[in-house]
């Protein structure tokens, strides 16, 4: 040892795939033979972990990584948990603009809905709220 100390480095939460989403609840997703605790992006670019600021009232902002994919990006499923919530209107506007279609829905349906679409190879993305 050369009398630094070295800690445990924490790299972000990403798996750079597409893979459909394996099981959901106890607080977290399986995916690609892996496992997630919390909720997760699912992009072009792969599955990111995803800590949006207040998951019941979710704003523009928590989806600044979405956004910035989204010219590869058709549909958006977000899922909000065990029940729909409504999306706020300036989220709508924000996927509008960037001609993104977002369907709320309950995160299981989202699960669901985002495997079918994957698998047809749709340009589709989900945000997936974790639940317990």
Request: glycine share 10%; with cysteine.
């Amino acid at each position: 040892m050369t009398g630094r100390s070295r800690g445990i480095l924490i790299r972000e939460a990403h798996f750079p795939g597409r893979a459909p989403i394996d099981a959901y609840g106890n607080g977290g997703f399986r995916f690609a033979d892996m496992s997630h605790r919390g909720s997760i992006l699912c992009l072009p670019s792969g599955i990111h972990g995803w800590e949006p600021a207040d998951p019941a009232a979710l704003t523009a902002s928590d989806f600044e990584r979405l956004l910035a994919e989204a010219a590869d990006i058709e549909i958006l499923l977000v899922g909000t948990g065990r029940e729909l919530r409504p999306l706020a209107k300036d989220l709508w506007s924000a996927f509008k603009e960037v001609r993104i279609s977002a369907d709320p829905m309950s995160t299981g349906a989202a699960v669901r809905t985002y495997n079918v679409l994957l698998a047809e190879d749709r340009a589709v993305a989900a945000a997936l709220i974790a639940v317990d």
